[in-house]
């Protein structure tokens, strides 16, 4: 089974103390500490697991620049086969429509069985995915938790409202946009780094997707950041991680949440 994953670089909020640019357009981006996307990784893992199961090569993917490499990279040390940077001036500002047109000739330039990207991505949107697969006009699924290969269909399970589970069957090719949860994504030791380190990854740029000039923009504008101010009887914690907790379950136990 060929399978492509799309996975974006994001600021990772483990690592940085997230805030406002003086525009209050973006956030603060210098210094930032940036990693593969949350939920890119689970879908990264389901596709090794399933490319295990059955054969086949894993394809990652991600549009951005020349940085976006070390995600890149990244995933083939976690088990990826090979891995492909769309980059070009034109996709900076594209928003989550641009995103998938550009991903959809990419697809066009392959022959892949499964698509799979994060439930989350592109800022928090959710979109890419869903745009892709109406784009390329193939079945799609969202909030993937399970997978199952049939022949030449896949039984899923979408996470839905209430803790409940969905069944579907799915005929492939097809998109899946992975919840996490899905899986436990497999440690990325220094030695997986290292193996990958030198590896050729291509790189494609809008002439070479056979993109005219303009035909990747962005229908979405930024207007404004802003922090929403707290609300009436909010009140927030502060200190390390453990003294948080102690006050946390002080403040439950006297307003009778907890004994």
């Known amino acids: 089974m060929e399978i492509l994953v799309c996975v974006t670089r994001v600021p990772d909020t483990a690592e940085n103390e997230i805030e406002l640019n003086s525009a209050g357009d973006d956030i603060e981006r210098d210094d930032l500490v940036y990693s593969v996307n949350e939920w890119d990784n689970y879908a990264v893992e389901e596709a090794i697991q399933i490319r295990d199961r059955v054969g086949g090569s894993v ?3 991600t549009v951005g620049d020349d940085e976006s490499d070390e995600i890149l990279r990244r995933e083939m040390a976690m088990g990826a086969d090979k891995g492909i940077l769309l980059s070009d001036d034109s996709f900076e500002e594209a928003d989550g429509r641009g995103i998938a047109s550009v ?4 697809v066009a330039q392959g022959n892949y069985d499964l698509i799979l990207t ?6 928090g949107a959710g979109e890419v995915g869903g745009m892709l697969a109406a784009m390329l006009d193939l079945p799609y699924a969202s909030l993937v938790v399970s997978i199952e290969e049939s022949g030449d269909s896949l039984k899923v ?5 209430g ?8 005929s492939m090719p097809c998109v899946l946009s992975i919840q ?7 440690y990325v030791g220094i030695r997986g780094i290292r193996k990958v380190a030198t590896v050729d990854i291509p790189v494609q740029s809008a002439a070479d997707l056979g993109l005219a000039d303009g035909s990747i923009s962005s229908g979405v504008k930024r207007l404004d950041y802003f922090v929403p101010d707290m609300g009436e009887g909010a009140e927030m914690l502060e200190g390390d991680d453990d003294e948080i907790i102690e006050k946390l379950i002080e403040m439950l136990k006297a307003k009778g949440g907890i004994k």
């Open 157 to 161: 399970g979408r996470e839905i409202e």
């Open 59 to 61: 394809t990652v993917i």
């Open 103 to 106: 991903l959809k000739a990419a």
């Open 180 to 186: 996490t949860g899905i899986n436990e994504p497999r």
């Open 163 to 170: 803790g409940n589970i969905e069944m579907n069957e799915i």
């Open 118 to 123: 994060g439930a989350q991505s592109e800022g």
